[in-house]
């Protein structure tokens, strides 16, 4: 069964995770699945079970493209352990069909591109062909099941530059679907199908009892209906982090409801917490996409929890936390409090010695320097 777990803060959530794989799984032979977004996430997960349960062991740690895909590999037949559709991989494949000068002979605009590049330059515009192949088959899906048959894709505001470019990359799909052999259907499709049609236990596929999928700032949908389905097999469950207890999805900020009332397209908003408004647009609409695609999926949010402090910090999340607007002249700064800090810098650069002198100081325990000063040299 898939469940979904809210909470505002992520050492809540990791206090989750680390009480729900403490029995670990039936088996002694089966490692513990966690999916991460980072490696520091993961090393701090790895700390975490070591200090409370004493050791860190028998923990598979995985990214969720890859992780998916080997499940995907468990049910649908003759699928390799490694994607053929990963961006590294299909950069080569990209490569050589480029390389070939009869591919291109139909398409003026990339011939006239190929024909004055080198091999490196090539190779380079092969990489970004790849990377853009895979952000379709993970967020347009129904594009590349359209030129796989053959059809093209309609676009707004088309323009004759545009149907030039679609025309190569869908010629382009179908000759690397035609190579690989799954000019039909892609395997993420197969395995949907399989999964709606196949009603049994986890034994059958050889899938894991249980996985966690831990703090993923978004996912495409893809994937969460991948998730989904996998939730009718094994028990998945997936860790969100949510700044706000309260229903905060229709929430827009002053200026751009103004902006929606002029048009007629207002009904159902209204202002909020104008921070959470302006700056939250894509944890929302993260949670909207996971709650919307789980289905009937049961929702944990018992972990909502307000800061205890009285710092400047502290009082400005609870209002984010209860969705509530800060009233003006309401917040007194205590002295010494520096919760919250703001650094005017006149570059990148001078941005990322300021932050290294703030953090060298955390970490020294002193008082940081003023961003005044002006650094010579690296600490």
């Given at each position: 069964m898939l469940k979904l777990t809210f909470a505002n803060h992520y050492e809540?959530?990791?206090?989750?995770?680390?009480?729900?794989?403490?029995?670990?799984p039936a088996s002694p032979f089966a490692a513990e699945q966690i999916i991460i977004p980072s490696v520091a996430l993961r090393r701090d997960l790895t700390l975490s079970m070591a200090t409370r349960h004493g050791v860190c062991a028998n923990v598979e740690f995985a990214y969720l493209a890859q992780w998916l895909w080997r499940q995907i590999g468990k049910v649908v037949p003759g699928i390799d352990s490694e994607s053929p559709f990963a961006a590294p991989v299909l950069t080569w494949r990209i490569f050589q069909i480029l390389s070939d000068p009869r591919f291109a002979s139909g398409f003026p605009r990339l011939t006239n591109y190929l024909k004055a590049v080198d091999a490196v330059a090539r190779l380079d515009f092969a990489t970004r062909v790849a990377s853009l192949f895979e952000q379709y088959m993970t967020y347009r899906p129904e594009w590349l099941a359209d030129w796989a048959a053959g059809k093209s894709v309609s676009i707004k505001n088309e323009t004759a530059n545009v149907a030039e470019d679609q025309a190569w990359q869908a010629a382009l799909w179908r000759t690397i679907t035609s190579q690989l052999g799954t000019e039909r259907e892609h395997p993420a499709s197969r395995f949907l199908k399989t999964v709606e049609m196949t009603a049994g236990a986890t034994d059958r596929f050889g899938l894991p009892e249980?996985?966690?999928?831990?703090?993923?700032?978004?996912?495409?949908?893809?994937?969460?209906?991948?998730?989904?389905?996998?939730?009718?097999?094994?028990?998945?469950?997936?860790?969100?982090l949510n700044p706000c207890r309260e229903f905060w999805f229709d929430i827009v900020d002053r200026r751009r409801l103004g902006y929606m009332n002029v048009r007629g397209e207002a009904d159902y908003h209204e202002t909020g917490n104008p921070l959470l408004a302006d700056w939250g647009q894509q944890t929302k609409?993260?949670?909207?996409?996971?709650?919307?695609?789980?289905?009937?999926?049961?929702?944990?949010?018992?972990?909502?929890?307000?800061?205890?402090?009285?710092t400047l910090l502290a009082r400005l999340q609870n209002t984010i936390l209860n969705l509530v607007d800060i009233a003006p002249g309401s917040l007194v700064t205590e002295p010494g409090d520096r919760s919250i800090e703001i650094h005017v810098c006149h570059s990148l650069t001078r941005e990322l010695e300021v932050l290294q002198d703030q953090l060298l100081a955390l970490l020294a325990g002193s008082n940081p320097p003023s961003p005044l000063r002006r650094r010579t040299s690296w600490s």
């Open positions: 809540t959530l990791r206090d989750e995770l680390l009480s729900a794989v403490a029995s670990g249980a996985a966690h999928v831990f703090c993923l700032p978004a996912m495409p949908p893809l994937y969460i209906d991948i998730l989904q389905q996998l939730g009718r097999w094994i028990d998945l469950r997936v860790y969100v609409a993260h949670i909207e996409l996971v709650l919307e695609r789980s289905g009937d999926a049961p929702v944990d949010d018992g972990g909502f929890a307000e800061q205890t402090s009285d």
